[in-house]
């Protein structure tokens, strides 16, 4: 009887200890914390391939310090001298023309990439920004001939001027209702961009938006859409429809030039209607116009040569 209390005892151990180091384990996961050395040949702390750079509280990434690795995971936190600092941001120009960069995917408390990050990251194929990442710096990505996926974007609040221009590769982004910022010519000379998905409760589009996309054949845009900027869909010439929200108020100038839409309904809502709306237009045969402005529309547009028909 005592032998088998004995075996009992120590079964109950044996898994009492298990559960202990599974715990731990899934602990270490979760708050996925790297420890980091300081190099006084470079001044920056070192961890796992990377730099960073760290004030009072947060860290920075500030570039890679192995340059053999493709595929690079920021942690959401670093370790340096027995305290823990959140990484929050990727620094100006941190991996500019880096031609090894594969695969790169942020830390969960990462909110901001700064200007030219990965400007030129010519071997840049994919990037993950997760849920928490809300501003893009200026040509954050641009210049990334070989990027195809870009993943976590539903958090941006802010995109600055040329994110993504020149992503040769890229044929697919999603925009959320929560950007409320847009820089000028974000997606310019994105050849290969053939879907992006606006979501519903997004309010404009932004300059130049979508300038020389010239797969882009269309695009849905949601019903909150109430102004599109100047040059917005300029050089998209694979777009022959494009359908126009009801509660449009502006269409800026240029805004479809040198497209290849053929007709176009403007909706009553719009309160300037400017002469270089339709500017470039050459494969344009007619619009639709709301009856109570035919007058308006026949005037301004006349030399266009065009058919104007109302509803």
């Known amino acids: ?59 920075t990434v500030a570039g890679r310090c192995d340059m053999d690795i493709e595929n690079i995971k920021i942690p959401d936190t670093i370790n340096y001298e027995d305290k823990d ?80 221009s020149n992503c040769f590769s890229l044929e697919y982004i999603f925009i959320s209702k929560t950007v409320e910022s847009m820089g000028a010519e974000i997606f310019s000379d994105c050849e290969a961009l053939k879907e992006c998905k606006l979501e519903e409760g997004l309010s404009f589009i932004g300059q130049g938006m979508f300038t020389n996309c010239i797969s882009l054949s269309e ?11 100047e040059e917005a869909f300029w ?4 777009m022959e429809n494009i359908e126009l929200p009801e509660g449009i108020i502006v269409i800026g100038d240029k805004a479809f030039y040198d497209s290849g839409i053929k007709t176009l309904k403007l909706p009553e ?19 639709t116009v709301p009856s109570s402005k035919e007058d308006v529309y026949k005037e301004q547009f006349e030399e266009y040569g065009i058919d104007i028909k109302t509803y």
């Open 235 to 238: 050089g998209c010439s694979a």
């Open 85 to 164: 600092y959140p990484v929050v941001k990727i620094a100006s120009s941190a991996f500019e023309s880096d031609l090894t960069l594969v695969n790169f995917t942020v830390g969960a408390n990462v909110t901001e990439i700064e200007d030219s990050a990965f400007y030129s990251c010519d071997t840049l194929k994919t990037i993950n920004l997760g849920n928490c990442v809300n501003k893009i710096g200026k040509d954050a990505f641009g210049g990334c001939s070989e990027l195809n996926e870009v993943k976590g974007t539903g958090a941006l609040t802010s995109i600055s001027d040329n994110a993504f």
């Open 1 to 59: 009887m005592k032998r088998k209390y004995y075996y009992l005892c120590l079964l109950i151990l044996s898994i009492t200890s298990l559960a202990g180091c599974t715990k731990e384990e899934n602990n270490k996961e979760v708050t996925n914390v790297v420890n980091v050395i300081y190099n006084m040949d470079s001044g920056f702390l070192e961890g796992e391939g990377v730099n960073y750079q760290i004030d009072d509280k947060n860290a």
């Open 269 to 287: 809502g719009i309160t300037n209607i400017k002469f270089d709306m339709l500017d470039g237009m050459a494969d344009l045969e007619g619009i």
């Open 219 to 229: 695009i849905t845009l949601p019903k909150s859409i109430t102004t599109i900027n």
